[in-house]
């Protein structure tokens, strides 16, 4: 059975909505960190720039990995759009981990992961990539097993 997770993101810039009027514009230095969502695994950092992934309507944030990340096959519900800000993400389709399929997405890759399809990724250093998508987000890890809540158990 697959296991949905909410991906609740704190948001640090609560200004930044979709609703308000007005431009929104973030310098590096207003970003601030906080630890990663639970569903995620652990010792990732984020930062919601615009909107608010548990709400309905489009977001961007941002995600801090630590080198040697490993990111389970997972579902998301909607098409992600993936930036690279830096380091380098490694990136594939599929049901499994594997990281010989990865492709190296460096500084300033992009990527589109279609709504409903697995995915996995990783990172071998330091990678900062920045995630836009609709909301309300949600997780399906393709193995329950993978779930980092599952571990807290």
């Known amino acids: 059975m697959k ?48 909107g608010d992934p548990k709400n309905a309507g489009p977001f961007t944030l941002r995600l801090k990995l630590p080198a040697n990340y490993k990111f389970p096959s997972h579902v998301p519900p909607d098409t992600e759009t993936v930036t690279v800000l830096s380091g380098a993400f490694h990136v594939s389709m599929g049901d499994t981990f594997d990281a010989s399929k990865v492709k190296v997405l460096g500084v300033g890759s992009f990527a589109a992961l279609p709504a409903k399809s697995p995915h996995f990724a990783m990172t071998k250093e330091e990678t900062v990539i920045q995630v836009t998508a609709v909301g309300p987000w949600t ?6 097993a993978d779930d980092p809540r599952n571990s807290k158990k």
Request: aromatic share 8%; no cysteine.
């Open 3 to 50: 296991t949905m997770l909410l991906v609740a993101f704190v948001s640090v810039l609560a200004s930044a909505s979709p609703t308000q009027e007005g431009p929104v514009l973030v310098t590096p230095d207003d970003v601030k960190w906080a630890e990663g969502s639970p569903a995620l695994p652990p010792g990732s950092k984020a930062a919601v720039i615009f």
């Open 139 to 144: 997780l399906t890890y393709v193995n329950p």
